[in-house]
C-alpha cells in the first residue's frame, strides 16, 4: 500500500482487508488533529469495481467507529463526490483504483476544503505504520444502512455541468459515448442530450474495464474508429474508471491528448494562469495568452502550485497530461460564476472542448492542427516492479549512462528531474522516463516532429528499458 499521484493505492485483496479500515482510521485522525469536529459528515463514494463496495463498507465503519458520521453516495463520479462535499464543508472519500487494473483499488481522501496535501499523505503513512501490527477492522458498524445522498449528489454535478454551456449549444453535433464500466457512463449520455446533441452510447461492459487516458490501448483505439464510422460520429467521449479524466476521440477516432484537452479547456475559460506537470507538451507556453507553472506529475503538487497562487487574482486553470482539469478559482462561464473545484473533473473539459467545436464549426481533427504544438506520445510497460524503475533511473542518473541509453536518438543536450528524467535531445526531441507512483508500471513520454517519430522513440526506449531490467535480473542470479 502506497500513496501515489492521488490518493493510496494497493491490491484490492489487502483493501478489502484491515488496510481500508486502517487508512480511513488514519485519515480521521488527521481530520481531527486539523480541528475537524468529530461527529461531522463524511461523504463515501465508491466506483464499479468489484472490490470497491466492500472497501467502502469498511472505511464507513472505521468512520463511524471514530466519532463521524459516514453519509453513503454510493456509485458516483469522484469531482461529483468533491464537490458535493465543498459545498457542505464536508471531508469525503473516494474508493476507487481510477485508472488501474481490477485486481488493484485505492482510496482518495478529501479534507473539507478539498484533496488532502502531500503532508497529510506523509502524516497518514506514518500513522499506519505505528498502528498497522495491533490494529483491527471495527466490525460493529459492519452491516449498517447510513444515510443516503447520491441523488442528491448526482443533481449537483448535474447542474454546474448544465451552467457551463447554453441550453441547446451542442445540437447539430452526433456524439459518442464509450461507457464501458464509467460510473458517469448513463450521466453523461444525459447531459449531452439535455445540451441539443445527439448521442449513441455504445461499448457498455458488465465487467470493469480499465480505462488509462494516458496509455489508450490498441484494441479500444480500433473500437474508436469503427464507431465513429459505423454511426457517423463527430467526435466521441467518455472518462475513466471514476470519471475525474475524459478521453476524447475525433471524427477519425484518433484521440486528444490529455495536455491538448487542458489546453483547450485553459481558453475557454480565459485562464491568466495555468498550472501543469512537466510531462505536459512543452508547447503549452505564455505565446497562448496566459503564464505557465510546471510541477511534478500528480494532482497535490498542481493543487498546491494553484493555492500558492490564489492571491495573485485571475482565472486559474489546472490540467494534467491524462486530461483532467482542476479549477483553482472562480470563473464566470456563459454568465454564470463557476465555483472552484480543485480535483480532477472530466466534465468540464469534454464540455469546453465540443463548445470550442461548436462555436468554431470546425471538425475536432482541425482544431488539433490549429494550436500547433510538438506532436507527443507516450505509453508504459506494465507489471514493470518498482525495483526495477528504481534501478534504471539510479543507473541513469550519470548523464553518460543516459547519453548510451538514449544514443541512437542523438545528444542529450538538457536534462530536467522535476519528476523522472526528462532529456531534451539537440534536435530538440524529448525523452522522458518516470516511474508510475501507484502502480508497477514504467512511463514514456516523448516529443518530435511527426506522430510516427514520437511512437517510435517511446517504443525504442520503453523496449531498451526492458532490456535493461532483464539484464539486471540475470547479473542478480
Not at 173 to 193: D, I, K, P, T
Not at 416 to 434: F, K, P, Q, V, Y
Not at 457 to 472: E, K, N, R, W, Y
Request: glycine fraction near 8%; hydrophobic fraction near 45%.
Amino acid at each position: 500500500m502506497k500513496f501515489g499521484s492521488s490518493g493510496v493505492r494497493g491490491l484490492a485483496s489487502e483493501l478489502v482487508g484491515k488496510a481500508s479500515g486502517l487508512y480511513t482510521e488514519a485519515f480521521a485522525w488527521r481530520l481531527i488533529s486539523s480541528r475537524v469536529q468529530p461527529n461531522s459528515s463524511v461523504f463515501i463514494g465508491r466506483d464499479l469495481r468489484d472490490s470497491s463496495q466492500a472497501i467502502a463498507n469498511n472505511c464507513m465503519a472505521a468512520l463511524a467507529a471514530n466519532g463521524f458520521q459516514p453519509i453513503d453516495c454510493g456509485t458516483i463520479p469522484t469531482p461529483a463526490l468533491a464537490l458535493y462535499a465543498c459545498k457542505h464543508g464536508a471531508a469525503a472519500l473516494m474508493v476507487t483504483g481510477s485508472h488501474i487494473p481490477a485486481d488493484r483499488n485505492g482510496i482518495k481522501f478529501y479534507g473539507p476544503n478539498g484533496e488532502i496535501s502531500k503532508a497529510d499523505e506523509a502524516a497518514i503513512t506514518r500513522f499506519v505504520a505505528e498502528r498497522s501490527i495491533a490494529y483491527c477492522l471495527p466490525t460493529a458498524c459492519l452491516g449498517t444502512t447510513w444515510p443516503m445522498h447520491r441523488e442528491e449528489a448526482i443533481a449537483s454535478y448535474r447542474e454546474r455541468a448544465h451552467d457551463m454551456l447554453e441550453p441547446g449549444s451542442l445540437s447539430g453535433m452526433r456524439l459518442g459515448v464509450y461507457q464501458h464500466s464509467s460510473v458517469a457512463a448513463e450521466l453523461l449520455v444525459q447531459v449531452l442530450r439535455s445540451l441539443g446533441a445527439s448521442v449513441v452510447a455504445v461499448g457498455k461492459t458488465g465487467t470493469f474495464v480499465p480505462v488509462d487516458t494516458e496509455a489508450v490501448d490498441a484494441a479500444t483505439i480500433a473500437k474508436l474508429k469503427k464507431w465513429v464510422r459505423e454511426f457517423g460520429l463527430d467526435a466521441i467521449v467518455s472518462t475513466d474508471a471514476d470519471a475525474d479524466r475524459p478521453l476524447i476521440a475525433d471524427e477519425n477516432g484518433d484521440l486528444l491528448r490529455g495536455d491538448l484537452v487542458g489546453l483547450a479547456t485553459a481558453l475557454f475559460l480565459k485562464a491568466d494562469t495555468i498550472v501543469t506537470p512537466v510531462t505536459s507538451n512543452s508547447g503549452i507556453s505564455k505565446a497562448f495568452g496566459f503564464a505557465v507553472q510546471r510541477t511534478k506529475v500528480g494532482s497535490p503538487f498542481v493543487i498546491e502550485a494553484m493555492e500558492a497562487l490564489n492571491g495573485a487574482g485571475g482565472v486559474i486553470v489546472g490540467f494534467e497530461a491524462n486530461g483532467g482539469v482542476l479549477l483553482g478559482s472562480d470563473c464566470v462561464v456563459n454568465g454564470k460564476t463557476l465555483t472552484a473545484l480543485p480535483t480532477r473533473d472530466s466534465f468540464l473539459p469534454i464540455l469546453a472542448v465540443l463548445s470550442t467545436m461548436a462555436s468554431t464549426k470546425k471538425k475536432l481533427s482541425r482544431l488539433r492542427g490549429l494550436w500547433n504544438l510538438p506532436v507527443c506520445a507516450s505509453d508504459r510497460l506494465q507489471n514493470f516492479p518498482a525495483e526495477s524503475s528504481r534501478r534504471l533511473m539510479d543507473h541513469l542518473a550519470s548523464r553518460n549512462a543516459l547519453q548510451h541509453f538514449l544514443a541512437s536518438f542523438g545528444t542529450v543536450a538538457e536534462i530536467d528531474e522535476t519528476d523522472g528524467l526528462r532529456a531534451r535531445m539537440l534536435s530538440g526531441e524529448i525523452i522522458h522516463l518516470r516511474p508510475s507512483g501507484n502502480a508497477p508500471e514504467l512511463r514514456c513520454y516523448s516529443e518530435a516532429s511527426t506522430e510516427s517519430r514520437a511512437m517510435a522513440i517511446v517504443a525504442s526506449t520503453l523496449q531498451g528499458a526492458h532490456a535493461f531490467a532483464l539484464t539486471d535480473e540475470i547479473e542478480d542470479l
